[in-house]
């Protein structure tokens, strides 16, 4: 990938960034102090930006209005339909919402600035799937929320209504045929059913932010470019790393930038952004929403089947979804190995690549947080008190009049990893009697666990029963745990295929100890902090200080200090992982942990990312030190738990 960001600059000359002085650069030239500036209103500039956290505005704001949507919320949603031509045109591709069942929205950003009215002949800027799985009240602990994001270099054919399709960028299939020409795409390319299509217009990013009061985010580096000079058409961004809160211009050059490294990195910050701006949103109260709401009427249009707005009852039920989601069901799939062609900036991924992507998105997998922590040692996952698909052998009968029914049920079942068997003596695979108008789950309760086996098996017919098994169906089982007797309501169709993500084998940490590396710079900046501050004796093997603002400190906010170390992995790369050591013990960051565990009497907490440990936090001394890892989880689980182990007290 291309690098613009040029090296050397803002580089440490004996001065912090604040102009105080600081160790002589001959003696430490990765150390820094910083204060955090006041947020400072700027104008929405250049072109670009990302859409995901409007999205999840939306679906909270949904919580919010839940009460006082009599009073305004109507006009409001009113204003969301679609109203330009490409919208409007999208919407007769579009599925309708069934009941109980998954949707999904396919969001597109574009800018557009004052003076502009036709935007359509400029590139979607960011193109991201949502997928809100609500499944019965039965099922809470399988609800989920997954995100797919494309890269905008991605190279896929593209296509729009009455036109060959012609392979480009994923992001100029809104400069062919807007809005519409985005949702044929990606249509195309998932083969997803899509039931909503939002257009988001980034002009009231900043605003939105501003009305939130800000978002705090973990930076992972020094992000900086200056274009005072004219030199640079990139846009110009000063970030130093380490959590903070970032402003509405703030949050807009973070989650825009690329040109440090590249669109992949580019989506990792935004989907950061993401779980960020949930957290924001989440503690939002009800006299906040109408503000935020007028800012997002003029910049978001809703296409759906049919036309029309979205109705109050449906965006309560989304909102109640996300109010309601257990703690790790937010998922957020990548597209991996991506490659740059030889000839030009497309990005290519292949076949078997998008498909592990979209299959992870469609269906995710809801244990695989669980299953990490056991194989980390972290927690011990609970043996399921049914049995699994593999140790649960199933008959399936046609109690219906629709032929073959049995038969391709029974093979749906087989690749649910069920073990499937065929009746007894040959016999035809019908229910004796007469047809049923829903589905029974026949178990066997000779066989231990088979009600369970039954109650699981039943979740997959929606409005199944589950029974003993009786004698007419006993002479057909032929050993069965479990006999399906489909009904006529069963329309032949079953859930998603959740296939198991692939948790990490364990392998040994990729560490080595070097308390020097940092202890230098700690010694110097412990003044005036109202904390204890640790060294970490153990670091990832490949790493190295970042040479800009490697260890800094600075003010979080009026009442809590803080210390960021940066680290780069390898030499030259883009991957930059780091540790937070600060006296805020309940930062919007360190709600929600997945895991607790004591180990060797200091309490640790864990925060994945799907089947990666993203965040390792260890809370003594009254403050909390956290270990961050890069962006795109390139520290293994092993190397992230050595290295808070690792964490020392520094002498007073």
């Keep these: 990938m291309r690098t613009t960001l040029k090296r050397g600059i803002g580089r440490s000359r004996g001065a912090t960034p604040n102009g105080r002085a600081a160790v002589p650069a001959s003696r430490l030239t990765a150390v820094s102090r910083y204060l955090q500036p006041q947020p400072r209103a700027r104008y929405l500039r250049g072109s670009g930006l990302f859409f995901g956290r409007v999205l999840l505005v939306i679906c909270v704001i949904g919580g919010g209005i839940a009460g ?40 597109v950003g574009f800018d557009q600035r004052a003076g502009i009215e036709h935007t359509d002949v400029s590139r979607s800027d960011t193109l991201m799937l949502l997928r809100a799985d609500p499944l019965p009240d039965g099922d809470k602990a399988l609800r989920n929320i997954s995100l797919l994001s494309f890269p905008r270099d991605l190279r896929v054919p593209l296509y729009c209504p009455g036109r060959s399709p012609v392979t480009g960028k994923i992001n100029a299939a809104f400069s062919l045929c807007g809005a519409e020409g985005s949702l044929l795409t990606v249509k195309e390319l998932t ?35 200056d274009n005072s ?160 698909p593999e140790e649960t052998t199933v008959l399936v009968l046609n109690g219906s009049n629709v032929e073959g029914l049995a038969r391709d049920t029974s093979y749906g079942l087989a690749q649910r990893g069920y073990q ?44 199944a029963e589950t029974k003993s098994i009786t004698p007419a169906i006993a002479r057909l089982a032929n050993g069965a745990m479990v006999i399906a007797a489909l009904g006529q309501t069963f329309d032949g169709i079953l859930p998603p295929i959740r296939a198991r993500e692939v948790v990490p084998e364990r392998q040994p940490p990729k560490t080595t100890i070097n308390p020097e590396l940092t202890r230098p710079y700690l010694r110097y900046l412990r003044r005036k902090l109202p904390f204890r501050l640790e060294v970490p004796t153990i670091v990832e093997n490949s790493s190295s200080l970042a040479h800009i603002s490697g260890v800094r400190r600075y003010k979080l906010d009026r009442k809590h200090k803080a210390v960021r170390i940066t680290f780069q992995l390898g030499y030259g790369g883009f991957d930059y992982w780091g540790i937070q050591e600060t006296d805020w013990a309940d930062a919007p960051v360190l709600a929600g942990s997945h895991f607790s565990r004591r180990i060797h009497r200091r309490d640790f907490d864990f925060y994945y990312s799907g089947a990666h440990l993203h965040m390792v936090v260890l809370r003594e001394n009254g403050a909390t030190y956290w270990v961050v890892n890069s962006l795109t989880d390139k520290l293994s689980n092993e190397t992230m738990i050595a290295i808070a182990k690792g964490l020392r007290p520094l002498p007073q």
């Design 420 to 463: 499937t068997v065929e009746t007894a003596n040959g016999q035809a695979a019908n229910v004796p009697g007469p047809d049923l108008w829903h589905t029974i789950v026949y178990y066997d309760p000779a066989q231990a666990r088979a009600l369970r086996a039954a109650e699981e098996v039943a979740k997959l017919f929606g409005d």
């Design 68 to 107: 006082g949507l009599s009073l305004w919320g109507h006009d409001a949603l009113g204003h969301t339909k679609a109203h330009s031509i490409d919208v409007k045109r999208s919407q007769r591709w579009l599925s309708t919402p069934e009941l109980n069942q998954p949707v999904i929205a396919l969001i």
């Design 229 to 388: 000079g004219g030199y640079d058409r990139y846009a110009t961004i000063d970030l130093q790393p380490g959590y903070q809160k970032l402003s509405g211009s703030k949050a807009l050059d973070y989650v825009r930038y690329r040109h440090g490294d590249s669109d992949l990195y580019r989506i990792a910050r935004q989907q950061a952004f993401i779980r960020a701006f949930k957290e924001r949103v989440t503690q939002l109260s009800l006299v906040d929403m109408p503000r935020i709401v007028r800012v997002m009427t003029d910049n978001v249009e809703v296409g759906k089947n049919g036309g029309g707005s979205l109705s109050a009852t449906t965006l309560y039920s989304y909102a109640k979804l996300i109010s309601g989601l257990p703690s790790g069901h937010f998922f957020q799939a990548r597209i991996d190995d991506v490659t740059q062609s030889a000839s030009s900036s497309d990005l290519i991924a292949s076949d078997e690549t998008l498909r592990a992507a979209i299959e992870k998105f469609a269906a995710p997998d809801v244990s695989v947080i669980a299953r990490a922590a056991d194989a980390n040692g972290v927690a011990r996952a609970k043996k399921p008190s049914a049995p699994t």
């Design 191 to 225: 083969g997803l059913p899509i039931n909503y299509v939002i257009k988001v217009n980034f002009r009231g990013f900043t605003q939105i932010v501003s009305k939130v009061g800000g978002v705090w985010v973990d930076v992972d580096h020094r992000y900086f470019n």
